[in-house]
Structures are given as C-alpha cells and as structure tokens.
C-alpha cells in the first residue's frame, strides 16, 4: 500500500460526459501528480501541483483540468470525454517538488463507451 | 530533463541476476537516476535512486559509470514476480519540475 489513494477504481461513462477523478496523497506529500496510461502505452505526464499551485505540464487537454485543495487532495476533471480517453489515470505523490521518490496510487480506469 | 535511453525488452532466467542498462548521455551535474518499475497494470513502484556512487537497497543495486552517462539497475536474483516494465528517469534541481517516464524496458523472468 503506497498511501495514496484513488477513487474511483473504476468508471464507466459515454462519449461526451464529464467525470471528475479524486487523489488523496500521502500523509505530509505536498506534490501531486497526475498520469495517463492508455492501452499498452507508456505513461504520459499530464500535471503537476504542489501545495495548491500548478508547477509544472505536460500534454494535457484543454478538455481536462485539475486543482489541488488546501487539504492537499487532487482532483482531475475530463469534460466532452471521447473514446479515446478512455485510459488508467494514475495519481502520484511525493513530498518535495524536484527530487523524492514518487508515491503511485493504483489508479482509475475509465471507460468510455 | 535528460533523456534516457533503454532497451525495449530482456529476458532473464529465474534465479539469475537481470541487468537492465540505461543511457542518460546528457545528464546534467545535479541530476538524480530513479528507477521504477510497473508490474502489469499496477501503479509503478519505486525501486532505487542515485546520484554518482553505486547504491543498493532490499530491492536492487544500481551502478553508476564514473562519467555519469549510464547507469545499469541489478536485480541479483530475478524471480517471476519481476516480470515488469521498468524506467529509468533522470531528474534533478534545475529541470522543469516534470516527472517523464519514457516507454521503459519490459523484463520477463523465465522460468
């Protein structure tokens, strides 16, 4: 058990559809980060956060955004959701924002139909 | 970031030590090695981290070349449940903050 944790494990939605994912990082890990994995693809950074502000992106679409809480969870939001979304979307947290090691939830996978 | 660079697949016999090697040519001063490893659709597990002296834990060894440029991560005896894709990641003070996980080796353990 990494300490982090995810909901929800799965989802089911149709095309077009808004879902929101949630991360709640290790206790006293300030950085967020959020992956997606589609099938038999690598991991592709979509977002950073540290401590509620955004510190770094990656290839993330206009369709999705994120936050980060004063309590420190995270939530990623993905809106007009197409096929193509659907993916496991990992979260992962870490203490610092440079270097430490990162902690992976187990993920959400969502399905778009 | 630097780049890094690894084999698409290896196979190892169970048993056996797994050596998984990584080029990171253009690593800079400050930048760490990590590895980590995913174990089928799990999330990835951190496995070992560096900077310029060889360092081990419960789970590996991880080498490093003097010049820094590579960088090769020993699993001394490879069992089944090794079977994973593992990545090498350079990151550091300096860079952009991202956390790039390339496309990684995929390590299958025979038995």
């Known amino acids: 058990d990494s300490g982090v944790t995810q909901t929800p494990k799965h989802l089911i939605t149709a095309t077009g559809q808004r879902v929101t994912l949630r991360c709640s990082p290790r206790?006293?890990?300030?950085?967020v980060y959020w992956y997606q994995q589609s099938l038999d693809q690598g991991l592709q950074f979509l977002i950073q956060y540290y401590n509620g502000e955004e510190r770094a992106k990656g290839n993330i679409l206009e369709r999705f955004s994120a936050q980060q809480f004063p309590d420190l969870h995270s939530e990623l939001n993905l809106s007009s959701l197409e096929l193509g979304d659907s993916a496991l979307y990992f979260c992962a947290s870490s203490v610092g924002t440079v270097t430490g090691e990162l902690f992976f939830g187990e993920g959400s996978r969502l399905t778009v139909l | 970031d630097a780049k890094t660079t690894q084999p698409t697949s290896m196979d190892c016999a169970e048993g056996r030590a797994a050596n998984l090697p990584c080029n990171h040519s253009?690593?800079?001063?400050?930048?760490?090695v990590y590895w980590y490893r995913q174990i089928h659709s799990q999330g990835p597990q951190y496995i070992i981290h560096?900077?310029?002296n060889n360092e081990t834990n419960e789970m590996a060894s991880l080498i490093i070349t003097e010049d820094r440029k590579s960088s090769t991560l020993i699993l001394p005896h490879a069992t089944l449940r090794d079977t994973a894709v593992y990545y090498c990641?350079?990151?550091?003070?300096?860079?952009?903050?991202?956390?790039?996980f390339g496309t990684g080796t995929r390590l299958k353990v025979l038995a």
């Open positions: 206790s006293g890990d300030l950085s």
């Open positions: 990641i350079v990151r550091g003070n300096g860079g952009t903050y991202k956390y790039i």
């Open positions: 253009t690593i800079s001063g400050n930048e760490y």
């Open positions: 560096g900077l310029k």
